[in-house]
């Protein structure tokens, strides 16, 4: 964790109340809200999406700074393309802007690019810029920052069975496949990343909208009303203090709860004995 060089009022006492021995490794975001943001304050849409496109800047920074592993941003689904084609249109030359300029600063961060989904799909300009960007940072060995783009964890979970089928039957292995949870895993597009250990999504929506649907099966939800422009580093300090505060059990108990097992193996005995 390294310390920020500045700090806005309250800031200090948030980062100081964090246990830097447990930042979550894997930060998973759904970037929500632009649109609200700029409809607020009578800005068009696209006014939100650049003032979005910023914000990634300092939450980026911010992750790296607190020793974040990864962070997966949510910068399009594969549904977003049902938007009207001018704003999908600014979208793409957002991204080219945010990569061009921030190459740099990836560098000085020592921070790695990489993307999931099926960006193939993507306009060559911004196609290009993505792959240079990944190529460029691939030495990297700081963070992982990585974009979800034309993503869907529907389309990614048939994406790794169709890929596990086609090498069995390369391998003549057909009719013997049997597929397992780390077979799926290991063809994910995530594969090599820890799991989310959190999930944050901006704006107050409920939902997961088709993000990263394996990988959360176990990550803590955290959704703020927040809209993503205005998520400043305050913000991203009291998720991660509230992350710290929750109970991770993975399907177990809490260790506090073995006291009661005394108790359980009694009732247990006696729900027998009074069953005979
Ligand atoms: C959701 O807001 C946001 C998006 C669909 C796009 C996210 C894009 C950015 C943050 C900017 C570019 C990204 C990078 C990585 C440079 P919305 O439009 O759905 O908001 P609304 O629900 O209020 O309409």
């Known amino acids: 964790m390294k310390p920020f060089d500045t700090f806005a009022p309250g800031e200090r006492e948030l980062a100081s109340a964090l246990d830097p021995g447990r930042i979550p490794a894997h930060i998973a975001i759904i970037m929500d809200g ?27 920074e911010d992750c790296s700074n607190l020793g974040v592993q990864a962070l997966t941003l949510y910068a399009f689904s594969a549904e977003n ?14 991204l080219r802007i945010y990569l061009r300029s921030d190459l740099a600063d990836l560098q000085r961060n020592n921070i790695r690019l990489t993307s999931i989904g099926r960006v193939d799909a993507l306009p060559r300009h911004a196609y290009e810029e993505l792959r240079a960007t990944e190529r460029a940072t ?19 979970i ?24 780390e077979a799926i895993g290991r063809r994910l597009y995530t594969a090599g990343l820890p799991e989310p250990d959190l999930l944050i999504r901006t704006s107050g929506e409920m939902r997961v909208s088709n993000f990263l649907l394996w990988q959360i099966a176990y990550a803590e939800l955290y959704v703020t009303e927040t809209y993503w422009p205005d998520f400043d580093r305050s913000e991203l300090l009291r998720a991660i203090r509230e992350f710290q505060r929750r ?5 177990g108990l809490a260790e506090t709860s073995g006291t009661g097992a005394r108790a359980d193996a009694d009732e247990i005995e006696e729900i027998a004995v009074s069953s005979k």
């Open 138 to 156: 691939e030495h990297n060995t700081g963070m992982r920052l990585n974009l979800a783009i034309n993503y869907s964890a529907r389309n990614e």
């Open 81 to 94: 393309w049902k938007r009207p084609a001018l704003e999908v249109d600014l979208l793409w030359r957002l």
């Open 247 to 251: 109970e991770r059990r993975f399907g």
């Open 34 to 60: 632009n649109g609200r943001w700029a409809k607020r304050r009578g800005l068009p849409r696209f006014a939100g999406h650049r003032a979005g496109a910023n914000r990634v800047r300092s939450i980026v």
């Open 158 to 181: 048939v994406d790794a069975v169709n890929s596990i089928i086609d090498e069995a039957r390369i391998e003549g292995n057909l009719a013997g496949l049997a597929i397992d949870e």
